[in-house]
């Protein structure tokens, strides 16, 4: 595999974890693939000039959801969505994502965003490699202990139960 491809470059930013994801993804493309791939450290300010301005073939991206709603991912990908660092555009997507914006009924926004989400999927602006996890250590005295979909926790629903 690879046999007459070019050798791309992967940018990400200056960080011990990015470094090791793209020397991962660099191994693998070459043993799986047979595509060679250059890495670029930048440091941040240098690395979001060249996301803002598309200056790259690939580049490590992430993105935290600030809130639980397909919302705040999908917006991304909206053509001029100033958070739409792959320079993807799609009309159908963007219509739907609007239309979706705007529907107050719950079932009918998801639905919209599936098919949103289903175009994405097709056209693939991106390759999702890997998510974040999070490792919690927890007395059995705590109660109520339910991380959101984000990892975050509630405290206010946290209450204490002395061993029995």
Known sequence: GGEGLPTVELIYNTSENHKLIAEAVQQMWQDTLGVEVNLL?????VYLDSM????YQIARSGWIGDYVDPHNFLEC?????????????SEAYDALIAEASRTQDREQRYALYQQAERILLDDCPLAPIYFYTRIYLKAPEV???QP???????FRRLWLEPAT
Do not use: A, E, M
């Not at 100033?82 to 993807?88: A, E, H, I, L, V």
């Open 41 to 45: 450290n930048q440091d941040w300010k």
């Open 52 to 55: 803002n301005n598309l200056d």
């Open 77 to 89: 990908f909206v053509t001029d969505n100033g958070n739409n660092r792959t320079g993807y555009s």
């Open 143 to 145: 109660k109520g202990w």
């Open 148 to 154: 959101n979909i984000l990892g975050n926790i509630p």
